[in-house]
């Protein structure tokens, strides 16, 4: 596997480290907030992205059309942040997040082993329904139907490549906007825990 690939692929595995955002109380410090921490490295590094563009310089793992574009690691965490600032609720950012990172990887693998659509799509609902009942999150019907709509808005977000626009920010911000909307829709029988 080459060099760049391999790091893309250790980066997408690891990247839930990020989520331990959730585990942070909210103060850390006299006036200083998880959410202020977190402002701040999210806008340290899009400095460092927009530095990267206009230098040209070439990161490891960066694929070649990514060199004038905003790349997939930052897109990602713009995906992330939408996430942890707008959407804010852990029940739908975390097994989204964990779908991104683990099935993208896993959904490319399977498309260069010529494996069907159908083992990244069954993998996404199993880790999206898994998540959910270990966070007990929501009832049982209430996981099911959920992890049904992220996995099929995930998979449809997984085929089509566009040119500007990576995957690992729409893997996460399409799913994260329909169960936002399912959940204040269905109210708060979708939000009772098991």
Known sequence: ?????????VFHVLS???LVYYLI??????????MGVSVLFV???????????ALGIRLLGLRPYEGQRVSAYAQGLLGLAFGLFVIRDPRIVVPV??????IDPFAALC?????????????YLGLFLGTTLIMKSFALPNALLFALAATAT????????FRQIDDDLLLQV????VLYFLVAGFGTGFGASL
């Open 174 to 177: 399409v799913p994260m906007t």
């Open 1 to 9: 596997m080459e060099r760049n690939a391999a790091f893309r692929r």
């Open 16 to 18: 839930p480290a990020f």
């Open 111 to 123: 498309r260069k082993s010529g494996w069907s659509r159908v083992v990244p799509t069954v993998a």
């Open 43 to 53: 806008g340290t590094a899009l400095c460092i992205e927009i530095a990267r563009i």
């Open 25 to 34: 109380p909210e103060t850390l410090v006299d006036g200083i907030t998880r």
């Open 97 to 102: 997040f964990l779908g991104m990172a683990w």
């Open 154 to 161: 995930a998979m449809l977000m997984e085929g089509p490549k």
